[in-house]
């Protein structure tokens, strides 16, 4: 029997899988340009293509009357890529840079993504049944509410050093009022702060990129499907890692101009002490949430068939590129226009 997955990781599986499947329904109904793979209908004023998270973090407060750059960070609890929004074709930051308001294409996208967080919630109604994604947004609640702190409704675009960054504020929200992903976000961000509370290094590195090295070497080309997140995302881990001398990147002895990565004896304590953290806080979790509670939520996170719904449509630009044999063990949620495998 293999081994059961951290509980940050379900989560993980379902927050981005959830994503994915709201992005190929955004791609699919927005005009947009791309960087790769051209736009929807040749014109150079479509906005380009974003992420759930830029709703999120962004278009999701900024109303017809706009809204005070000022305020925009305390209305998410969170940071945006403000610029990028920008110069990508959302918004205008003006007069001065102090109000922010939508552009037509902005206000076409908002429109676009409002509905979308219910749309995809009946789909996996429909796919995994009613009663269990009712009784997945019981056991997130059930949690949810013993909380002493508020959290954003989505994981924040991950900052220096790939650390989440967070407003710390008193409850506000009405949690019958939360999406789905919502939930899930809240949840996972409550573990990743803790997690990196006592860590020096994010729960977005070892989750997905210290996790699977090994110190005899992976071939760094195998990096991305291993983990799940991008060549972009992993060159970022493997940064910090390397300037840590927590892994080491070397020719592969085996293959011309390839290349490994290996931990080095630091590394692996390091790995091993990550692996015993998430054990420790899925342990500290039991007791202060209660071991029914999360013993009920690990297992309305077990999703079967989860992979199914992230078949994209054919002109989508995921079809254009290797089909994901994993998802991340945590979302790599980057400035690079907030995609949950950092793409």
Known sequence: MAPSLPISALLSHALVAFTIEFDNEFERLMPHRTSNYGSTDGSRDDPWLASMAMWSTCMRFVGDEGVPVKELEKLARTKTNLKGMERWGYVVVQPAG?????????????????????????????????????????????VIRQFDFELPDCLPILGHGLFSRVWDERKASAISDLTLAALLSKVLLAFAIEFERESDLSL????????????????????????????????????????????????????????????????GNTQEAYR????????????????????????????????????????????????????????????????????
């Not at 409002?114 to 997945?136: N, S, Y």
């Not at 927590?246 to 080095?264: G, M």
């Not at 994209?312 to 063990?329: C, E, F, I, N, Q």
């Open 98 to 142: 102090k109000m922010i308001r939508a552009t037509p294409k902005g206000r076409q996208a908002r429109e676009v993504w409002r509905p979308l967080f219910g749309v995809i919630e009946k789909r996996w109604q429909a796919r995994f049944g009613a009663r269990e994604v009712d009784l997945l947004r019981e056991s997130l609640t059930a």
């Open 276 to 343: 015993e953290l998430l054990g420790a806080i899925e342990e500290r979790w039991q007791s202060r949430f209660g071991t029914d509670n999360i013993q009920k939520l690990r297992k309305r996170l077990d999703l079967p068939g989860l992979m199914e719904g992230l078949e994209p449509y054919p002109d989508g630009w995921r079809a254009s590129v290797r089909k994901p044999s994993t998802l991340p063990h945590y979302p790599m949620v980057l400035h690079r226009g907030g995609y949950p495998d950092g793409s």
């Open 204 to 267: 977005a590195i070892c989750a997905n990129v210290l996790r699977v090295l090994t110190q005899e070497g992976v071939r760094v080309r195998d990096l991305p499907a291993l983990s799940g997140v991008s060549k972009e995302a992993i060159h970022m881990a493997m940064g910090i890692l390397t300037k840590k001398r927590i892994a080491v990147v070397e020719p592969d002895p085996a293959v011309s101009r390839s290349k490994i990565a290996r931990l080095t004896a630091k590394g």
